[in-house]
């Protein structure tokens, strides 16, 4: 999913995203801002599928529902961020990028499949400043994901970076909604309902009749303004 620089910005200024800099004048994502004064920050770390500048989908309909700065992440070796993926390399970058946001007002996070496990490690590393998650396709851990997928490799042995939202979200107590599509054809729906059911915090599970893997994350600005809500009604 790699991206020049100079097409990853027209691309993102046709969806009105701004740049996203680091410190030292990297772009580590894109930013849709606040159409009135921000209350809050909303943080997508999505998929493994594409690259931030195409999460127009997910950042729109949030901007739309409430006064939120939206931030999307993109990952290194992503779009047309320099560096190699790898599980370690998500978990740093969120962390760094995590350190930008204004922690003086609520910070939520919404995830998308392999996010999941970027989701739960800022949830576990940040609670205080994690006022609520949306996990769209999530799954226990990486673990038993790859042994769902890959059952006759020795997953043991080849995953050396494991990530565990299972373990992670017991740091957690904030409100999380679990989205789960029914027919995910990329992780298996048990997986979603097994990191709901084993979760303490406040709670919404949706399933997702007759949806498959892709089919779950495009929601309108009605639905957005459910989750505020139940994230607003449930803040710590």
Partial sequence: SKLNEGLAGVMAAREGFLPWKNESGEIIGWKLPSLTSATG?????????????????????IQAASAVDVFILEYPGYGARSGSPSLKSFLAAADDAFLLLDRSKPIYIVSE???????????????????????????TNFKTLAQQKMPFLPVSLILLDRYDPEEWLKSYSGPVKFIVAENDEIIPAKLGRQLHDGYSGPKILEIIPGARHNDVAGQSVEWWQSVFSFWQTNAR
């Fill in 41 to 61: 920050s909303v943080l997508i770390v999505h998929g493994n599928a594409g690259s931030a500048v195409d999460r127009g989908y997910f950042a729109k309909p």
């Fill in 113 to 139: 499949s392999i996010g999941t496990g970027v989701a739960a490690h800022l949830a576990k590393k940040s609670s205080r400043d994690v006022k609520g998650l949306v996990l769209f396709a999530p799954y």
